[in-house]
């Protein structure tokens, strides 16, 4: 066979040509569908909680396409594995956007991940709801917040261990933007109840070796230890802890484990006792939860995935369909009015109202003792307000805002 | 005082533990001048095996003492055989064949387990000094370093296996010209140190949550350990994890868990610089 | 220059300017963000293939300077406001980073394997020292460098001397593309030159290099240095395409990309790292949208098996194949002749 230039580059050509309508392939899905962008990370060292939440949008789709949609359309779901990689996001987000064009992004677990996607959704006009638990002072109208913040979770969880434990706090958190913001709050919020934090010291995801870390808390003899450690590594905190017998003399509270349903990798002995404060608890006794779980084991088989954050997801989607629905269409803008009347529906987890100024949500919050690998809740507080974002945010007189504020103290 | 001996057992349990997860590359690379990258792989291979077996049943020491060098020995004699045997003698090659091995096993762990993180409790609980609680298992672990270096120490001085597969290891020909056959040498140095990677990732998976990407915590530190430490396996894993534990424990005490990582780190390049065939190829010369 | 390597040149470049003017009229703005992304990725690549397979030096840490050049730039840019100044200081600040490294370990007469470890333990450290900046007192400037979380927002390119002027993303993939062929036509230039001759005996035969009086420790540092530099370059780039940069770039997990990128495309080749980069890229890219078959799975599996059956990677394969294929039906022995040598020096 005789190859001359011309020939190579024709198949050159040809070749390529291929490959750049196998990369836009993608973009001829189901016309007329009303699209809602699922991006989490399904693989990778956050798929803890990324593939129980891309469950719930599914779970949440399936109902309101079973109850005839939205406008007379159905919902399609549009799935993205940002692999645990926080650049991914970037890119999957500008695909949601721009190629997919879809009308909502649900999506973004770890805070580095949201402020990743966040510019992205705001400069492509998408809207865009981030559903985690997470430090809070996010004031952006393009963005809808329904996780708890620090005023809602450390606000009940400190006074509760402050009464329960003692005054003295030793904090340990995770070293990217949530455990630093975090960490202020919970100085602050131990301030307010006559507490208060002797030292604080972060530690990068990967870090799985705490021996020394316990030698220094001894020695600064805390009265309790809060932990916002947060990952598969920083699991080995709470084994070192428990192994080296410190589970007896020194208790722990927590804003982050359980979130992921943590408290099932740890063995009783290891994680009982701990208090932390959610939203949501699967030991929660009430009819909505118990349809809830229902609902997700007839459609997944198994209740074990369902946690904190998952929940928090499910009902984001079902705030952005009443918000929809109220609005009649599916316009950014349109829907963001609709959203900002202060919109409420009833979730698994209680009563979840969009608060409009912040665009962050007042819910019942719960503060939950770990025992025998459950979630019992010791206390709970009715339509807690996300006071922390309030106090600094207000979008009615800011509507351009697109600020995270950190609280300074 | 009380603290002091806490702290004294701290740096004990970090030296032991470097010396735990290097022992079985150093095995490979002083033994082969293989230079295995898949080791990291080898340990958290180690900690599934023992806690899958631990989860259907096993006794724990059992699983960690007996199951994970096994299962880890059988696949590194499976990886020797299929990749590692044809590469001998090509340095670079291997450790870019190893690289992407460890991306494999990560990629099959993930597909069969998840990613999701697994572990054991420590079957060891605390104990008091004066007013500071010790973690028991952590003597454990110094226990278990303890032996591992001197049984390497005794199979290569000792014995007769040892002495042939220094032999075969310093000339290749020579002792196939006595009638030792080096390639199967070659395969059962690396069988044995990827058990005793096993052996290490078993002990210390009770320490540690496990994900299938825990290797990677583990690789670079017993990289640089053994490297630092030269060709000779026993006292250069055992010199270079004394000088680093103990770098890394004190700093990590001072400051933070990163500035721990990156002082050995730096250590590493600086004693690189000064003695670029590691510290046993200045010092202690003859020793194994 | 022989024949048969200037005619690949033309033939390159043309495929190249096919693709700088056809592309942006063929596809629509999301594949050319995605394929812009791919040429920064293929610039990535011959910083590494230059460094390897013409320098002959295996750094285990080329991800340092990619994510060099994209901090430098993400930084400076936030302090400027403006986009020329830190995008010629990205190129820099890692050229001047390499060139101190290399340095120090060619002065030191470090061998190859030790040289694999401190390249590595230096990204290591890198990522380390980046990872943990997440407090608000490391901070440069304006700009924070927070940890984890990376730089989410900085002034992207924008027209030199006019700060109002922002590149939008077809006039950025121009750009990148523009680099992509200077680049790759520069270092085949660099390498007909005399610099570029003792470059190769080098790593042809270090010792032979030396006895002839030539100072292999320079042109070594100067090799390690130019490879930071297009290392840099690459890095504000891609920190110019996303807007966003984080401690991810300096993973040890992309260095071994950009070392996949390499062997499968072709060592010793500068069209083999190119090709590597945007096929392994293009299947990681398919392999993120479907959940069954892990990537890293798939990437492992084809370093090992290039390295074990194709260790001279797919371009010089593939060229050696077409030399074989052209040459079977005529066989005029002096062309043959020609072409084989071609075939074996072929850059």
């Known amino acids: 066979m005789q190859l001359d230039r011309r020939t190579f580059l024709q198949t050159a050509a040809a070749a390529s040509a291929l490959s750049v309508s196998g990369i836009a392939g993608r973009a001829f899905a189901a016309d007329g569908d009303i699209k809602l962008a699922s991006i989490h990370d399904l693989s990778g060292l956050f798929d803890i909680y990324g593939k129980s939440m891309d469950q719930a949008v599914m779970l949440a789709i399936d109902e309101i396409n079973a109850a005839g949609g939205l406008l007379g359309k159905k919902v399609e779901q549009v799935t993205y594995d940002t692999q645990s990689q926080i650049p991914m996001y970037t890119q999957f987000g500008q695909q949601a956007a721009l190629k997919d064009k879809v009308s909502v992004v649900h999506g973004g677990i770890l805070s580095a991940s949201r402020e990743a996607i966040r510019p992205t959704l705001g400069r492509f006009k998408t809207l865009y709801f981030y559903n985690t638990q997470y430090e809070g002072g996010v004031c952006d109208r393009n963005i809808f917040c329904t996780g708890v913040t620090p005023a809602q979770s450390v606000e009940a969880l400190m006074p509760y261990a402050i009464g329960k434990f003692g005054k003295k706090i030793y904090t340990v958190a995770a070293d990217y933007n949530y455990g630093q913001i975090i960490s202020k709050w919970v100085a602050y919020y131990a301030k307010q109840n006559g507490g208060e934090v002797i030292q604080t010291d972060f530690f990068p995801l990967d870090v799985a070796d705490f021996g020394a870390t316990i030698a220094k808390i001894q020695s600064a003899k805390p009265d309790f230890v809060m932990s916002a450690l947060v990952g598969g590594a920083h699991m080995s905190f709470y084994r070192q802890w428990a192994a080296s017998g410190m589970k007896a003399k020194i208790p722990m509270a927590s804003t982050t484990l359980g979130a992921g349903n943590e408290q099932v990798v740890l063995t009783a002995a290891e994680g009982d006792g701990i208090l932390l404060a959610y939203n949501y608890s699967k030991e929660l006794d009430t009819p909505a939860n118990k349809a809830f779980l229902a609902k997700w084991e007839k459609k997944f088989g198994d209740t074990k995935p369902i946690h904190e954050l998952a929940v928090a997801t499910y009902q984001g989607v079902l705030l952005w369909a009443a918000g929809v629905k109220k609005a009649g269409s599916i316009d950014r803008m349109k829907v963001v009015d609709a959203l900002e009347t202060g919109i409420s529906i009833d979730g698994p987890a209680g009563k979840v109202t969009v608060d409009p100024k912040t665009h962050h949500c007042t819910l019942d919050v719960h503060v939950i003792e770990v025992k025998n690998q459950k979630m019992n809740v010791v206390k709970s507080l009715s339509q807690v307000a996300p006071k922390d974002t309030q106090s600094v945010c207000d979008l009615k007189a800011n509507p351009n805002d697109i600020t995270q504020y950190e609280i300074k103290i | ?288 | 220059m022989p024949d048969s390597a200037r005619n690949r040149h033309i033939l390159v470049a043309a495929i190249g300017l096919l693709i700088l003017f056809g592309l942006p009229v063929v596809v629509d703005l999301v594949t050319l963000l995605e394929i812009s992304i791919y040429v920064v990725y293929a610039i990535l690549g011959l910083s590494l293939g230059f460094i390897w397979g013409y320098g002959g030096i295996l750094c285990f840490g080329q991800a340092a300077f990619f994510g060099l050049g994209a901090y430098t730039y993400a930084v400076t840019a936030i302090n400027v406001g403006e986009s020329t100044g830190p995008f010629l200081l990205a190129i820099l600040l890692p050229l001047v980073f390499a060139a101190l490294l290399g340095a120090m370990m060619f002065y030191g007469r470090i061998s190859d394997v030790y040289m694999g470890v401190i390249t590595l333990v230096v990204t290591l450290i890198l990522f380390k020292f980046i990872n943990s900046t997440a407090n608000e007192t490391w901070i440069v400037g304006k700009a924070r460098l927070g940890g984890f979380n990376g730089i989410p927002a900085f002034p992207t390119l924008n027209v030199p001397g006019d700060p109002g002027a922002l590149l939008d993303p077809e006039q950025f993939f121009y750009v990148a593309m523009v680099f992509l062929l200077l680049v790759y036509f520069g270092l085949h230039w660099l390498m007909t030159t005399r610099f570029g001759r003792v470059v190769v005996a080098i790593r042809e035969n270090e010792v032979r290099a030396e006895l002839l009086g030539y100072d292999i420790r320079l042109y070594k540092t100067a090799v390690f240095a130019i490879g930071g530099g297009i290392g840099g370059l690459a890095g504000a780039l891609f920190a110019n395409w996303g807007n966003f940069v984080s401690p991810g770039l300096f993973s040890l997990a992309q260095s071994a990309t950009i070392i996949i990128w390499v062997i499968v495309g072709g060592l010793g080749t500068m069209i083999g790292p190119v090709v590597g980069a945007v096929l392994i890229q293009y299947i990681t890219t398919l392999l993120g949208q479907q959940g069954v078959i892990n990537n890293a799975f798939v990437l492992g599996g084809i370093l090992v098996l290039f390295v074990l059956l194709l260790p001279k990677g797919l371009m010089p394969t593939l060229g050696q194949l077409l030399t074989r294929l052209r040459r079977a039906p005529r066989r005029p022995a002096r062309r043959s002749a020609e072409q084989a040598e071609g075939g074996r020096d072929g850059h």
Not at chain 2, 163 to 171: C, D, F, K, V
Not at chain 2, 204 to 221: D, E, Q, W
């Open chain 2, 1 to 288: 005082m009380d603290f002091v001996a806490v702290i004294i057992l701290e740096v004990l349990y970090a030296i032991a533990s470097l010396a735990l997860i290097s022992a079985g590359l150093a095995v490979v690379f002083g033994m082969m001048r293989v230079i295995n990258l898949a080791h990291g792989e080898f340990l958290m291979l180690g900690g599934y095996a023992a806690i899958v077996s631990v989860r259907a049943g096993l006794n724990i020491y059992v699983a960690m003492l007996v199951v994970a060098p096994l299962v880890v020995g059988i696949i590194g004699l499976i990886i020797e055989r299929c990749v590692i045997q044809f590469l001998y003698g090509r340095m670079l090659d291997t450790m870019l064949a190893t690289w992407g091995l460890s991306l494999l096993l990560t990629g099959v762990v993930t597909m069969i387990f998840g990613n999701t993180t697994t572990g054991i409790s420590t079957p060891i609980g605390g104990f008091a000094i004066g007013s500071y609680q010790a973690s028991g298992y952590n003597i454990f672990i110094m226990l278990a370093g303890i032996a591992v270096i001197a049984v390497i120490f005794t199979v290569l001085k000792t014995t007769r296996l040892g002495l042939i597969a220094r032999g075969a290891m310093q000339s290749a020909d020579m002792a196939s010209g006595l009638g030792h056959n080096p390639k199967r040498i070659y395969m059962v140095t690396f069988t044995l140190g990827a058990a005793l990677s096993g052996l290490a990732g078993g002990i210390l998976a009770p320490l540690t949550g496990l994900t299938p990407t825990s290797g990677g915590l583990y690789v670079s530190k017993a990289f640089i350990t053994v490297i630092s430490g030269g060709a000779a396996v026993v006292t250069g894993t055992v010199s270079s994890s004394a000088l680093f534990g103990t770098l890394t424990q004190l700093t990590m005490l001072l400051s933070t868990p990163v500035w721990g990582d990156v002082a050995m780190l730096f250590a590493a390049i600086v004693l690189l610089r000064l003695l670029p065939r590691g510290i046993t190829g200045r010092f202690f010369r003859r020793q194994v």
